[in-house]
T-cell receptor, first 112, second 114 residues
Framework: SQQGEEDPQALSIQEGENATMNCSYK?????LQWYRQNSGRGLVHLIL?????REKHSGRLRVTLDTSKKSSSLLITASRAADTASYFC????????????FGTGTQLKVEL | NAGVTQTPKFRVLKTGQSMTLLCAQD?????MYWYRQDPGMGLRLIHY???????AKGEVPDGYNVSRLKKQNFLLGLESAAPSQTSVYFC?????????????FGDGTRLSIL
């Protein structure tokens, strides 16, 4: 079963706008990770946030984690057409043996 | 630096045929994983390995077997392919530092079972 559920399933925005994707999960975690998948390619790691962290930044990416609500959000600021991709959250569950459980993904389309 | 390499990239099989998907990584990672990705779903773990000579079942292991004879290689086998195994298969690897290292993915094998 999927640990993470992402919202929205699809998002279409104009270049320069911000994009926000949300992830909810079910069990306690060691960390939560976000990955990007371009069409026809494998997943690429974007950012990892540990369970004792609340916010993390990497370039135009901002990730928040609320362990009390079992939820995370990924914000992409000043989006570009090249950001068009699917975005997945993945949880490393406590006691899960270093395995990740992936969400169903958000398809982001950034239009010129 | 090639990272994670999967072969073949595409394959079409008939029901009942067998085949082996190959995964190789050049990052000296201890952990390796096989996932499948189906439309509208995230990745689901089939089998994984925490080191040479060891394998373990993931979320959807039925119909698949794996072997990790060498640290750099992780093989996924389908003994008798079924249409339900039509999917995109991804291999990934990461290092031993538990719970803190991102996984590195190959570009996938697109498998169709007729």
């Amino acid at each position: 079963s999927q640990q993470g559920e992402e919202d929205p399933q699809a998002l279409s925005i104009q270049e320069g706008e911000n994009a926000t994707m949300n992830c909810s999960y079910k069990t306690s975690i060691n960390n939560l990770q976000w990955y990007r998948q371009n069409s026809g390619r494998g997943l690429v790691h974007l950012i990892l946030i540990r369970s004792n962290e609340r916010e993390k930044h990497s370039g135009r990416l901002r990730v928040t984690l609320d362990t009390s609500k079992k939820s995370s959000s990924l914000l992409i600021t000043a989006s570009r057409a090249a950001d068009t991709a699917s975005y997945f959250c993945a949880t490393d569950a406590t006691g899960g043996g270093n395995k990740l459980t992936f969400g169903t993904g958000t398809q982001l389309k950034v239009e010129l | 630096n090639a990272g994670v390499t999967q072969t073949p990239k595409f394959r079409v099989l008939k029901t009942g045929q067998s085949m082996t998907l190959l995964c190789a990584q050049d990052m000296n990672h201890e952990y390796m994983y096989w996932y499948r990705q189906d439309p509208g779903m995230g990745l689901r773990l089939i089998h994984y390995s925490v080191g040479e000579g060891t394998t373990a079942k993931g979320e959807v292991p039925d119909g698949y077997n794996v072997s990790r004879l060498k640290k750099q290689n992780f093989l996924l086998g389908l003994e008798s392919a079924a249409p339900s195994q039509t999917s995109v298969y991804f291999c990934a690897s990461n290092s031993r530092d538990r719970g803190n290292q991102p996984q590195h993915f190959g570009d996938g094998t697109r498998l169709s079972i007729l």
